[in-house]
């Protein structure tokens, strides 16, 4: 182990998939033998090793978070350290709000007021859900009509765990309507998850793909204006720190797919010109986020063109220009639609891969079955199932 990819550990999480930004020449990767090699004399894993020093980095202000899509939870999670308080503990929480919500099933509903959740889309396949993303839907569907009936009240949320977030919504949406007289910090946090956090997550389930990224971004920015200046300058710094998919060249892939006439032509040029600015050039780029205009009324229009580097998406680089012109003018994108833009995707390739067996072609074909099988088997009963 000579070299550890560390990654970020917030105050409110010790997961070890969040992605990290390292303040550290422009790098994401920091050397650290002599950590390794204790490390192995012990015999920890890399991935704990990662955990342990991205954690260590943090508390003396080397390394901060950062994160593609999952800057959906960071809001959440952000305003609740704020309103309730730090977490004390893998799962726990400081706060009154924190800690109720590990017990919030057992309480009984209670008479409860409206919030409105117009932003969730309609087209959502409860079929492809799991339990806990059919709880979050269900519980915003009853918040939302002032119904909350017996069986919903009767199930059972995930547990709390600081790595999801999503049964931390379903778990506060549930303390809400079992509070006959909430607090204003509950009050703020349930009509977030209902206007901002639930809406944004069932967009990304429903539009996976990577040419959706900065519409998904441009929704949280969107969703969240309701919030008063204090809490919306919260939640404005988590976005403006993740905003990786809206860089020059994410944003050039969802105008690539915009079905808007007017700013689909804007592409080709934007994309031409970018091609031509980096032309033979053979250094290593920095990928920096860009500065957002939060005030901007589209998602293309989020930062200023004229101050950003110039860049290409990867996934155009070998296609000839005449080419992405005809497939803008025929809606033939479907091929780049077929990337995912969410971290827990790519999360779960990595893993795949690396444990695939040796050989490309043999590779590539236990790939394939793998995939196939998790499409056939989308879940698996555990011991916890069966009433013995």
Same mark, same amino acid.
Request: one cysteine or more; aromatic letters at 8%.
């Given at each position: 182990m000579e070299l550890l990819e560390l990654n970020s550990m917030s105050s409110s999480s010790y997961t070890d998939t969040d992605v990290i930004t390292l303040e550290y020449q422009s790098q994401n990767r920091l050397d650290f033998p002599t950590l390794a090699r204790e490390c192995d004399l012990y015999g920890i894993s890399d991935r704990a090793a990662a955990s342990i020093a991205s954690a260590v980095l943090q508390d003396i202000g080397?390394?901060?978070?950062?994160?593609?899509? !999952?800057?959906?939870?960071?809001?959440?999670?952000?305003?609740? +350290?704020?309103?309730?308080? %730090?977490?004390?503990?893998?799962?726990? /929480?400081?706060?009154?709000?924190?800690? %109720?919500?590990?017990?919030?099933? *057992?309480? &009984?509903v209670a008479p409860f007021s409206s919030i409105s959740v117009e932003n969730i889309p309609d087209n959502i396949d409860r079929m492809v859900l799991s339990n806990d993303q059919q709880y979050l839907y269900d519980i915003c569907l009853a918040i939302s009509r002032v119904e909350c009936y017996f069986d919903l009240a009767l199930k059972k949320p995930g547990s709390v765990a600081h790595s999801r977030w999503l049964t931390t919504a379903g778990r506060i949406l549930r303390l809400n309507v079992a509070t006959e007289k909430p607090s204003d910090n509950l009050i703020i946090l349930a009509t977030f998850i209902m206007k901002v956090y639930a809406p944004v997550w069932f967009h990304v389930k429903t539009k996976p793909a990577i040419t959706e990224g900065a519409r998904h971004i441009w929704r949280l920015i969107s969703f969240s204006r309701y919030l008063e200046s204090n809490l919306r300058n919260i939640v404005d710094t988590v976005i403006q720190r993740?905003?990786? /998919?809206? !860089? &020059?060249?994410?944003?050039? =892939?969802?105008?690539l797919t915009d079905k808007r006439e007017n700013v689909k032509s804007l592409e080709p040029r934007k994309l031409f010109c970018a091609r031509n600015v980096n032309r033979g050039s053979s250094q290593v780029r920095i990928f920096q986020v860009p500065k957002l205009? /939060? +005030?901007?009324?589209?998602? /293309? %229009? =989020?930062?200023?063109?004229q101050r950003v580097g110039r860049f290409e998406p990867p996934l155009l680089m070998n296609v000839p220009f005449k080419e992405i012109v005809a497939m803008v003018k025929v809606r033939k994108t479907e091929e780049w639609s077929k990337y995912p833009c969410h971290a827990q995707a790519v999360e779960r390739c990595i893993r795949l891969v690396s444990e695939s067996v040796y050989g *490309?072609?043999?590779? !590539?074909?236990f790939i394939l079955n793998r995939i196939q099988s998790r499409s056939l088997i989308k879940y698996y009963n555990t011991k916890k199932d069966y009433n013995l």
């Open positions: 080397i390394v901060h978070e950062g994160e593609t899509l !999952h800057v959906d939870r960071l809001p959440l999670c952000h305003l609740l +350290n704020s309103l309730d308080g %730090a977490t004390t503990g893998p799962t726990e /929480f400081c706060g009154p709000i924190g800690k %109720a919500i590990k017990t919030c099933e *057992e309480l &009984p993740n905003c990786f /998919f809206c !860089h &020059p060249e994410n944003l050039l =892939l969802s105008m205009d /939060f +005030n901007e009324k589209d998602y /293309f %229009a =989020l930062i200023n063109w *490309e072609e043999k590779r !590539h074909g």
